[in-house]
């Protein structure tokens, strides 16, 4: 008797189908969930058991949907390549590889351009064999990276699509789990992937793609980014205009039963002595439905262990128009970028508008740094690192900020003089 088969359509397009539903769902567990594990890890297994069943053009579109995610997860980090090096710096320090960390903004560019180049290449079907081989131990390595940032978070973001999207661990590891059923159909089909193009086209595509990424990485490593997925960008208000109330919750423990209770604070029964007896505060929640736009903690600090005075909303969101200059580390500042800079608040100062700086940098730091410029009469700012980092990619940077709104960043190599910079008057 003949054994029914299926014809080999059919498991293709239902791998593929569920590889999509799969992509699609990561938006909708943000965190762990083992029955969307099992379902990504029951895709790739489908993918081993019908390895010799996938037909060409479902083999084309596996290709396509790779080589194009690819490039979207190169260009995003490409066109923030400071970005991508601060990742790796992270993971370098997570990983107590802090010899490595001179050569982070060299791996930043490579692997940009490597991501890229390959999505370019699947894009095309340009050295496919070679392609998918690279693809697939890349894929390997970062699925492994990712389980460990899943379980362990040595690093709060990954940073795989840079900041022009940003998804939880747990996201970024399913998101490779579907990548890697990806890359198996096309291991397991490269005999219907053969390219007729000539092996000069082939490394021309290469030699091209490369080169001009490079460039590409280059233009935004040393001016802004050409597309800013950052908080701060030109025309954005960094903090509501009528805000909405935040919710402050109160989580109690009942002496008597150990159950546990979240109140909001409002409706807390702190007039029922019975109540306040036989319950002990837990923890304490609020929520905010407010968007988090500025995304920093500015501080006026004193002495160096003083926390110091908040002032974030005071600065900047006052009426008059505040030449900020973000300068994270003051001893890695260009001397020619703040040069130019000093002699721009300067200006700005006998114009009657406003300068301040804000810096990472210790108060000891500070001090000289002052003296150094000629910038005693300015006052200095704090917050950390990272969220001067994400303000703008210039050390230092110039933002131009009224009223709460960011009119206008510039880094110190295009910086205009003060009379061209069409700064609003006082």
Known sequence: MKKLSLPDWIPSYAILLLTL????GIALFPGLS??????????IVFCVLNRKRFTHSAAVVFRCLTGALFIYSGFSKGVDPLGTQYVIHDYLEAFNMPWLTGLALAGAFFLNMLEFTLGVLLLFNVKIRYTAWITALMMAFFTVLTLNDAI???????????????ITNWQTFYKNLVLDACVLVLLFSLKNLTSRKSCRTDWSVIGITMLLFLGFEYYNYRY????????????IRLFPENPLPVRHYLTYKDLRTGEEKEYLMSECPFGDADWVANNEFVSRRDEDPNPHTANINIVEKTEEEDPGYDVTKTLLEQENPLVLVAVYDLEAANPKGMEKTAEFVRMAREAGVDACFLTASSMAQTETFQQ?????????????NT???AVIRSNPGIVLVKD??????????RLPSFNEAGVPAR
Do not use: M
């Open 34 to 43: 083992w029955i969307f594990l099992i379902l990504l890890c029951a895709n």
């Open 152 to 166: 362990s978070e040595p690093v709060p973001d990954c940073g795989c699509f840079g900041k022009a999207l940003v």
């Open 224 to 235: 802004l980014p050409v597309l800013n997925f950052l908080d701060w960008k030109e025309g």
């Open 404 to 413: 709460a709104y960011v009119l206008k960043l510039w880094d110190w190599r």
């Open 372 to 384: 150094k410029y000629g910038l005693e009469d300015f006052p200095f700012y704090y917050a950390d």
């Open 387 to 389: 969220s001067i980092k």
């Open 21 to 24: 539903l799969l992509a699609v």
